[in-house]
Every structure is written in C-alpha cells, then in structure tokens.
C-alpha cells in the first residue's frame, strides 16, 4: 500500500460557524473520509481532544474565539499539537495567507471553495502525516520487544495525567522488574534472555488489554505499565493477570533463587493528579513500592498500604 492510499479514510474536523459551509465541505469529503464539525472554537477544541481528528479544516473570521485563537490552543497541547490545520476561510490576500501559515497551518484554502481542490489537499496534508506519524512510531519503539520506549513513555505519562487531572479520573502505573535477570542471562545467555524480554512483554499487553493501555520498556529488564482512568484495584486486577500470564507460559529460569521459572516484582501506584501532585510523583511511588516487593522476596506485587 502507497502512502497515497493511506491518505484515505482519515477523521476530519470542519471548523465553521456557518452550517452552509461545513454542508459544502461535508459533501466534498463525506466520501472518504469521516467528517466531524463544530460551529465555534470551545467545542472544536474539545472534539479535537477527545475524538483525534487526523486533519481539522479550520475558519478564519468566526465570532468570540476566532480561527487563530483556535490553531494557537491547538499547538499548545501536546495531545493535539501533532493534529494539521488547514485554514479555510474568505479572506484572499497575500497577508491573510502569510498570517495563516505563521500561525502554525499547513495550507491555506479561499472561498468559495472548489470540491476537488479540497479533497486534493486534504489527500496531501493526509499522506504528510501518515508518513510523519510512521517515522514518529519508529522512534518511539524499543526496538527488540516492540513496546513503547522510555521516551514514549515520558510522552504519555505527561498527556494522561494533564487529561485525567482535568477529568478528576485516576491514573496507574505499574512498575515491573524481571526477577534475577542478570542470573538469567549468565546462564541461558544473552540471545536468550532478549527472547524472553520480548516474551514477557507481549505477556504485559495482553495483561493490560485496553486500548488506552500502555506498555513500555523503562530500562534494561524493567517495564512500565500505564493504566489511565483505572485505581488501584483495577492496577491490582493487571498485576494479577500478568502473574498469571507469566505462569502460563512458564519460562524456566534454573537460576534464579526465588522460583525455577521467570517471575517478576511489581509497584503499583494510583494517583488522581491534582495542583499540588506532579506525574514524576506517581513514578517515585510506583518505583518506591517496586523495590518494597524485590525486598520482601520478589515474585510478587505491593500496592500502596499492603
């Protein structure tokens, strides 16, 4: 499949306060793409956060928040910073234009508009983010067990604990250290020991099933598992289930002083992210409570108030 093909099918949001308009761009696109629309700034910025359009189409001269307003907002979030904007609006001139592009859009459409002009465009700032976003996937990868890298990680945490705090929900994090790790390589070897890391981390996915779910590699033997909008129960609800993963596939580990096969300890930490807490805080509680559970014997989880 081309990059051209993959240009189809994205979710697009029309930004316009005349409901004319986003009829015209609706039918001009409805077609291929699935089409979102909001009539002023506010709820465009809230359709933006919550359903992730692949490409906003956004209008200039609109009452209260106007379209500039609007693409600042936008780049100012990280969950929504990564979202291209195509300006499409009446104005005409040159400085419109160069005020448009300045303001951080990727294209920039007059009125009234050309139906196969625009699903032209959209098709092109369409393929620039599919390859953008590939690349970005890349680089956010741990390369040997195909789950999220500590950058990634770092990313997330950020953007799920500034969503959920504005939500009051609660935020989890699991950190798991493989048992004896360093014992294990020594004896079945290195070649070994990275088909077992990428062995327990599809044991985490499946573990943390959800979409929103992440699972990341932190370092070396160490996993992080990001569970937005879940307490400490349901967090518990996921070590158990890995444990269990774990026993399930049941690699030996002759080795290791604690079982003969390959366990893990695990921190689990809880937090509703408030003005006075810091997403840093939930990974110091989380490690806090890891290394609780390797010093009382490892093979097992601690969660705050065991």
Not at 1 to 29: C, F, K, Y
Not at 154 to 171: H, K, S
Not at 203 to 228: C, N, T
Request: net charge negative; glycine share 8%; proline share 5%.
């Amino acid at each position: 499949m081309s990059w051209t093909d993959m240009a189809g099918s994205g979710r697009i949001l029309v930004v316009d306060d005349a409901m004319e308009n986003i009829q015209i761009l609706h039918a001009a696109l409805q077609d291929e793409h699935e089409v979102l629309f909001a009539m002023d700034g506010p709820r465009a910025l809230e359709i933006a956060r919550s359903q992730h359009p692949d490409l906003i189409l956004l209008d200039a001269v609109m009452p209260g928040m106007d379209g500039y307003a609007v693409c600042k907002e936008l780049f100012a979030m990280p969950e929504t910073a990564g979202i291209p904007v195509i300006f499409v609006t009446a104005l005409k001139s040159p400085e419109d234009e160069t005020r448009a592009l300045g303001a951080g859009a990727a294209d920039f459409i007059s009125k009234p508009v050309n139906a196969a002009v625009v699903r032209a465009r959209v098709r092109t700032q369409l393929t620039v983010k599919r390859q953008r976003d590939a690349l970005r996937a890349l680089i956010l990868l741990d390369p040997l067990t195909g789950v999220a890298n500590r950058r990634a990680f770092d990313e997330r945490l950020g953007m799920e604990w500034r969503r959920c705090g504005r939500a009051q929900l609660p935020v989890s994090l699991l950190m798991v250290d493989i048992d004896h790790f360093k014992l294990y390589n020594d004896h079945y070897g290195h070649p070994a020991g990275d088909a077992t890391l990428v062995q327990v981390a599809r044991a985490m996915r499946r573990a943390a099933g959800r979409s929103q779910d992440l699972v990341a590699r932190y370092g070396g033997e160490e996993f992080a598992i990001l569970l937005p909008q879940l307490d400490d129960q349901g967090a518990t609800g996921v070590a158990r289930r890995l444990m269990h993963e774990l026993e399930m596939i049941d690699v030996p580990h002759a080795a290791s002083p604690t079982s003969q096969r390959l366990t893990v300890s695990i921190g689990i930490a809880a937090m509703v992210p408030g003005e006075h807490s810091q997403a840093g805080d939930l990974v110091q509680v989380a490690d806090a409570l890891l290394y609780q559970a390797k010093a009382g014997g490892r093979n097992r989880y601690v969660t705050f108030g065991n």
